[in-house]
């Protein structure tokens, strides 16, 4: 317990040092996992901080750019993952994982899930595994709530393999903006917070199966809002913002329950 306690005062220096860079990407990612109820919520705004060591390498798992007219189901999902590949580098072979170029985000939320149903947890170095799977699944739920992070953005192939230069560009201009758009609301609106209280639902999670049906609905849910903002060049509501946030909280506390 000593050794976790040190490696979690850790991370939360660095996001004291880090703070001005990733101010609201923690108060939203530290928002979803209190109310999920993760014991040290801020510890859920280390990935975004882990991928900017790599960032080419990592931030596919952040995001999945889907077409405007996707439908994800649990087997499109099994469709972005990552795959093992052999760099050369100074004359020496590493075998690497790549995430799939369009973003893995629902394989990576997956992947964490069957990692943390596996861990042992009456063993330390277990333990610690979870805090680090749970803070990590933590990021990547309310990551995937986020309408842009399920939307094309930029010049970048959709996961169809086409470029959608109106809808990337409409992602790369309002994409900060989507991410302000929460704050904004839960800072303004005193009744935003009884709003998320009341939209919190009861997921059960008995397989994998089960987790990414949620995530296809979550993530088909992000897109519908994503099309119809881009359509009124607007940003979400309130409303829609509240539906995207709680069902993030609903299904991080789903997966918390299972894994435990």
């Not at 699944?137 to 990551?143: E, N, V």
């Not at 939307?151 to 109106?166: K, L, M, T």
């Not at 946030?245 to 609903?250: C, Y």
């Amino acid at each position: 317990m000593r050794r976790i306690r040190l490696v979690i005062l850790q991370f939360l220096l660095i996001l004291i040092l880090f703070s001005k860079a990733y101010c609201w990407d923690c108060f939203t990612h530290a928002y979803i996992a209190k109310k999920s109820g993760v014991r040290i919520p801020e510890a859920a705004c280390m990935p975004d901080i882990i991928r900017n060591e790599n960032y080419e390498l990592f931030a596919p798992f952040h995001y999945h750019s889907a077409s405007p007219d996707t439908v994800v189901t649990p087997d499109y999902i099994d469709k972005f993952s990552v795959k093992e590949e052999n760099v050369l580098i100074s004359g020496k072979i590493y075998r690497i994982k790549v995430p799939h170029p369009a973003g893995a985000l629902y394989w990576k939320i997956v992947d964490l899930y069957e990692k943390m149903k596996s861990l042992d947890k009456t063993k330390p170095e277990d333990l610690l595994s979870y805090e680090y799977y749970l803070f990590s699944i933590a990021h990547y739920i309310g990551d995937l709530s986020q309408p842009l992070h399920n939307f094309p953005y930029g010049n970048s192939p959709a996961s169809d393999g086409n470029i959608y230069e109106r809808e990337g560009s409409f992602n790369k201009e309002y994409h900060t903006k989507f991410d302000e758009a929460f704050t904004y609301y839960l800072k303004t609106s005193p009744e935003t917070q009884t709003k998320i209280d009341k939209s919190i639902k009861h997921i059960n999670l008995s397989s994998t199966e089960d987790l990414k049906k949620e995530i296809a609905e979550i993530a088909n849910s992000a897109i519908k809002i994503a099309k119809k903002c881009f359509a009124e060049n607007r940003l979400p509501t309130e409303q829609e913002l509240i539906t995207q946030i709680s069902w993030s909280i609903s299904l991080l506390k789903a997966v918390i329950k299972s894994t435990n």
